[in-house]
């Protein structure tokens, strides 16, 4: 068997042209902030597409940069100040900061009405309790994912290879909330295959590149590998792709599977909070 490819470019193409669409009845653009703190290249290189998708679909955006040495008080200084500019709807505080800053606190100033990644303590537990009002943006990509290829969520068996504040939990509370059974799974787990080869959607986010091998595969799984890695000098996944393609139903590439989701997901939730502030 070969497995289907699940297409996240043109998934993620559609989504942004239908709010491109949208985004252009409005009176008023939808505005997204951006803060980087620090050097990280990745950080730099995803805001930069972040804000260039923006553009595309024509939402408003700026970027914030602190540097390596920032505190933890010009960060929260800068957040609030974001709080209160009425151009501006969402705030994006890339992660992850540098480590004389607390995200904890950091997420916690993010007004709730402003909160476009579902960081902030209370939409954390909301989704807990199963509201999800403003969830974060890569576990909805990968749920749309699965509900864009027609797959069935409720009674299977999900495994996450991952417990990642940003993808692995709040993966694992939406596929719950959807009636999956949920195993999560990560770096101390004791024979990873074992749970891998249980799962008829397994969803990759170890943040190691080729982790998941066809043999802890399911014959007829779907797989999503979350892994952006760089490795001698291209970019592969958590998942060895070429030969979980013969084994899987269906598979995400990367890149053109979670990542452009990722940013589809950040616009729709950009265009949300815009909606909801206008209506208060
Ligand atoms: N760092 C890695 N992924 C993300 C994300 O989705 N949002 C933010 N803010 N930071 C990230």
Redesign the pocket.
């Known amino acids: 068997m070969t497995a289907q490819i699940i297409d996240g470019k043109a998934i993620a193409q559609k989504i942004k042209e239908k709010i491109k669409a949208e985004v252009a009845t409005l009176g008023k653009k939808p505005g997204l902030a951006a803060i980087i703190a620090g050097d990280n290249p ?2 730099k290189i ?1 805001v930069g597409m972040k804000r260039k998708t923006c553009k595309e679909a024509g939402i408003y955006s700026e970027e914030h940069k602190l540097p390596e040495q920032a505190t933890e008080k010009e960060l929260i200084e800068l957040i609030r100040k974001l709080n209160n500019e009425d151009k501006i709807d969402a705030i ?5 900061l540098p480590p004389q800053i607390s995200t904890e606190k950091a997420l916690n100033e993010v007004a709730i009405e402003k909160d476009v ?1 579902g ?1 902030s303590p209370a939409n954390v537990g909301k989704l807990m309790a199963g509201n999800e009002n403003m969830v ?3 576990p909805k990509g990968i749920i749309r994912l699965l509900e864009e290829t027609g797959t069935k969520i409720d009674g299977k068996s999900a495994v996450i290879v991952g417990r990642s504040n ?2 692995g939990k709040p993966t694992a509370l939406m596929l719950l909330n959807r009636n999956a059974t949920v195993t999560i799974c990560h770096s101390k787990t004791s024979n990873l295959a074992e749970h891998t080869r249980k799962a008829d959607i397994l969803i990759a986010a170890a943040g190691k590149p080729k982790l998941i091998t066809a043999d802890m595969i399911k014959k007829g799984a779907i797989v999503i590998d979350v892994g952006i890695n760089k490795a001698d000098g291209e970019i592969s996944g958590d998942v060895d792709y070429k030969q979980a393609k013969e084994k899987a139903a269906a598979i995400t590439p990367v890149p053109g599977g979670v990542g452009p989701m ?1 940013i589809a997901m ?1 616009l729709e939730n950009t265009l949300k909070l815009h909606k909801e502030r206008k209506q208060k």
């Open positions: 990745a950080s995803y994006l505080v890339q992660l992850p990644d960081f974060p943006c890569t940003i993808v990722t950040l």
